[in-house]
């Protein structure tokens, strides 16, 4: 097989963001999969959400499992750390990563095979221990790797297309999410940029356990009449209940803009920055769990695809909370910090006399 690497000159107009990069800074290689595949949509809406929050691409550690979709981290942040785990499994390797360096941005990539299939029961877990990740489904409906069997998020009555009608009941992700703890999850669709890519930058601030659900179909074996993740259908059934106008500052930048009263809802998260979102949708509250789950399965009855915020907590708590662990990261700590000596060890063993 024959690769293309990309140039690495860049023109010297490219703009640069406040560190200094420029977006090709955070490119990977040329991508692999079809021409007009969503996923490749949704490698470049992390590319511009990381090129506009100035992150030092060294910074980002990357992970997956295997499918279509893990393949993707090889084509964004080529300067990033990244792990390429085995079926289903990425959510346990990612933990164990960010208990030992809890400094790095940690980016989950997986498919709805890899997250809602054979790693289900994973995914369950580092959603409910509320690892600080965040964790990227894209979502086509359909096992494409292996010829377009339906996947377990495929929607009941939908057609494959050899014209085989789905019949069992599928599994929603966003839902399950809310139901599990999650203390930041949205929806979106990898044709919409503009709603993507603020969704991806509040999710990175996000202090907590941070999960996309993102519609990207599949132009191979899921892009046709019938399907309820294609192009076509998705456009046509879109229901946004919020954009984010702005996406996210650090509280110490703070913008201050005039918007007639009603429109704008500021969250202020738990470490002082602020997101800003305009409600489109009447009456729907993005602080409320409960709203946000029955928002979802009410419009999923219509045959709605509810997209944008659904939910954000605004004093989340992730795993090292939970664990009361060290502020310095588990491998920068010496010998000296995890053996505390003898005296400690007998009053410890003392105590369970």
């Given at each position: 097989m024959t690769y293309i690497a990309k140039p690495k000159l860049h023109h010297p107009t490219l703009p640069a963001n406040k560190i200094g990069f420029t977006r090709r800074d955070y490119e990977g290689k040329i991508s692999t999969l079809c021409a007009g595949c969503g996923h490749d949509s949704i490698s470049a809406a992390i590319i511009?959400?990381?090129?506009?929050?100035?992150?030092?691409?060294?910074?980002?550690?990357?992970?997956?499992?295997?499918?279509?979709?893990?393949?993707?981290?090889?084509?964004?942040?080529?300067?990033?750390?990244?792990?390429?785990?085995?079926?289903?499994?990425?959510?346990?390797?990612?933990?164990?990563?960010?208990?030992?360096?809890?400094?790095?941005?940690?980016?989950?990539?997986?498919?709805?095979?890899?997250?809602?299939?054979i790693g289900i029961g994973q995914f369950a877990h580092v959603m409910r221990r509320g690892v600080n990740m965040v964790y990227i489904v894209e979502n086509n409906g359909v096992y494409g790797l292996?010829?377009?069997?339906?996947?377990?998020?495929?929607?009941?009555?939908?057609?494959?297309?050899?014209?085989?009608?789905?019949?069992?009941?599928?599994?929603?992700?966003a839902a399950l999410a809310l139901q599990l703890g999650a203390t930041f999850v949205g929806r979106s669709f990898s044709g919409d940029k503009g709603q993507l890519v603020p969704l991806i930058k509040a999710a990175i601030v996000h202090p907590g356990a941070a999960f996309l659900d993102v519609i990207s179909p599949c132009v191979a074996f899921n892009n046709h009449t019938g399907s309820t993740r294609s192009y076509e259908y998705v456009r046509e059934h879109n229901e946004p209940v919020n954009r984010i106008d702005f996406d996210y500052w650090p509280k110490?930048?703070?913008?201050?803009?005039?918007?007639?009263?009603?429109?704008?809802?500021?969250?202020?998260?738990?470490?002082?920055?602020?997101?800003?979102?305009?409600?489109?949708?009447?009456?729907?509250?993005?602080?409320?769990?409960?709203?946000?789950?029955?928002?979802?399965q009410q419009h999923q009855a219509k045959g709605e695809v509810v997209t944008?915020?659904?939910?954000?907590?605004?004093?989340?708590?992730?795993?090292?909370?939970?664990l009361n662990t060290a502020d310095a990261p588990f491998n920068a700590l010496s010998a000296g910090d995890l053996c505390p000596g003898s005296a400690a060890l007998e009053k410890i063993n003392a105590s369970l006399r």
């Open positions: 511009q959400a990381c090129w506009e929050l100035d992150i030092e691409p060294h910074r980002v550690a990357k992970l997956s499992g295997i499918g279509c979709s893990s393949k993707t981290p090889d084509y964004f942040l080529g300067n990033s750390h990244g792990f390429n785990s085995v079926h289903g499994r990425m959510p346990s390797v990612l933990t164990g990563a960010n208990l030992a360096n809890r400094d790095l941005i940690y980016l989950g990539v997986s498919g709805d095979g890899d997250s809602a299939s292996t010829k377009g069997q339906f996947s377990a998020t495929a929607d009941q009555g939908s057609k494959s297309k050899r014209g085989v009608v789905n019949s069992d009941s599928p599994v929603d992700l110490r930048e703070e913008i201050t803009v005039e918007y007639p009263e009603g429109e704008v809802v500021s969250v202020t998260q738990h470490d002082g920055s602020v997101l800003r979102l305009r409600k489109l949708a009447k009456n729907y509250d993005a602080h409320d769990r409960i709203t946000a789950m029955n928002y979802i944008g915020l659904l939910y954000v907590d605004p004093d989340p708590e992730d795993l090292h909370r939970h």
